[in-house]
């Protein structure tokens, strides 16, 4: 509230910034509406997926599905959701519209194969492994599609000496009462020996689902299509989705973390179950 003491000047010239401001979003439709619009747009772009093959490979270009979601009376088999990229509110208002780091993970339906839901296997330092099988214990990123000049990847990471979270996000989600490690997106650039990330952060590796066959099946290829558990290598938690609603600009979705979930048989569960899918 203006009050006597502040001068007449002072109100025409807010009054003017405001009334400039309005003017440059109708001419120029930076308007939140148009950037959302912009948004949808280019996340829900139609991606091509591949080459298909019987195993995953490096330089593949893949969907990371849950198996099933087990979050009623009835466990069903679930074909339409993937692992996929969302903006967050905060990158809607400063009006970004590419796949970034204020963007988070969900596992969203996915009846086809967009940009915000494919991701590409590529090998944990900068040699290209592209054709080469990936097999299980051996060590992975997973990079967004955009952008292209950018390469972008999922990491994780260890909780700081305070506690705090490794992952600058909005959502939390809890385990026993402690907060579970988030997963999130950064830039090669951010990434590196002396950059707010280290590399090892963005490193996964497959293991088996069945605990009693790890230990011989190190090293063999993984098939498209089966159950496996995806271990971020530097904290050994596995990636998970969780049962807690996300809402997000694209919709309700479910909330992703890196956190290990196990029955009373010591068997993980079905949060911590993934596909590799064309």
């Not at 893949?62 to 099933?68: E, F, I, N, T, Y």
């Not at 194969?113 to 997973?142: H, M, N």
């Not at 290990?260 to 590799?276: A, G, M, S």
């Amino acid at each position: 509230m203006y009050g006597p003491g502040v001068k007449v000047g002072y109100w025409q010239e807010t009054a003017l910034q405001e009334e400039m401001r309005v003017k440059d979003m109708q001419q120029g439709g930076n308007t939140l509406l148009d950037t959302t619009r912009a948004a949808y747009k280019h996340f829900y772009q139609d991606t091509m997926l591949g080459p298909p093959q019987e195993v995953v490979a490096f330089g593949v270009t893949l969907q990371v599905r849950p198996v099933k979601i087990s979050i009623c009376r009835q466990q069903v088999v679930d074909q339409n959701l993937a692992l996929s990229v969302i903006i967050t509110h905060e990158g809607m208002i400063r009006k970004c519209t590419t796949i970034n780091e204020m963007c988070d993970l969900t596992v969203a339906p996915s009846p086809r194969s967009t940009l915000r839901s494919s991701f590409r296997i590529v090998s944990p330092d900068d040699e290209d492994r592209s054709g080469q099988c990936l097999g299980y214990g051996e060590k992975f990123r997973l990079q967004t599609l955009d952008p292209v000049d950018e390469p972008m990847y999922l990491y994780s990471g260890p909780k700081r000496m305070n506690l705090s979270l490794p992952v600058d996000t909005g959502r939390y989600t809890t385990k026993n009462g402690e907060l579970t490690l988030p997963l999130g997106v950064v830039s090669s650039k951010n990434c590196g020996p002396y950059a707010r990330v280290p590399v090892s952060h963005t490193h996964f590796y497959c293991a088996h689902k069945d605990p009693d066959l790890r230990y011989e099946s190190e090293g063999k290829t993984i098939p498209v299509n089966e159950p496996v558990i995806i271990v971020h290598a530097v904290t050994n938690q596995n990636l998970a989705v969780e049962h807690v609603q996300a809402d997000t600009p694209f919709g309700p979705e479910l909330q992703v973390s890196v956190q290990t979930y196990k029955n009373v048989y010591k068997r993980e569960t079905w949060k911590n179950l993934w596909k590799f899918c064309f």
